[in-house]
């Protein structure tokens, strides 16, 4: 589901970085797909971002929370993964210790349901696909 969220964001101009390093070969496939652009480690990805934006497996949020805040990253993370409100909370508390500004979209994070695709645009916060409209 990351790399369809982040392949979002390239459709809207943003420049969205990735580190390949232990991908498989579908992973780096979807990656190149969707114009995402590669860094080096997560180190150089994080010096060149303003936002880190969390979307992995439930199970993994916390452990990937603590490789980012293992580095200088001073950015907003935004916890995205549909975890727990004590999980939400105990990464909270750690980027606070490191003095990283946290957001979360939702009170249980954003992604539930299916990835995006380029079918028309739907929301998936709640878990319920509802049409979005332009205003």
């Known amino acids: 589901m990351g790399t369809k969220v982040r392949g979002q964001a390239t459709r809207t101009g943003a420049r969205v970085l990735y580190v390949p ?3 498989g070969p579908a992973s ?6 969707a114009r995402l652009e590669s ?5 150089s990805a994080l010096a060149a971002s303003d936002f880190m934006l969390s ?5 993994a949020a916390e452990d ?23 999980r939400i909370r105990r990464i909270a508390a750690a980027c606070a210790e490191h003095d ?4 979360v979209p939702h009170a249980t994070g954003l992604l539930r349901g ?9 929301s998936v916060a709640d878990g319920r696909a509802q049409p979005m409209t332009k205003r």
Do not use: W
């Open 21 to 23: 390093t232990g991908r």
């Open 28 to 33: 780096l496939q979807r990656a190149q797909e």
């Open 39 to 43: 860094a080096e480690s997560l180190e």
């Open 55 to 59: 979307v992995c497996p439930p199970h």
């Open 64 to 86: 990937v929370a603590h490789k980012v805040l293992a580095h200088p990253f001073r950015g907003v993370y935004v916890e995205a993964n549909d975890i727990s409100p004590d």
């Open 100 to 103: 990283v500004l946290m957001r």
């Open 114 to 122: 299916s990835a995006p695709d380029n079918s028309p645009k739907r």
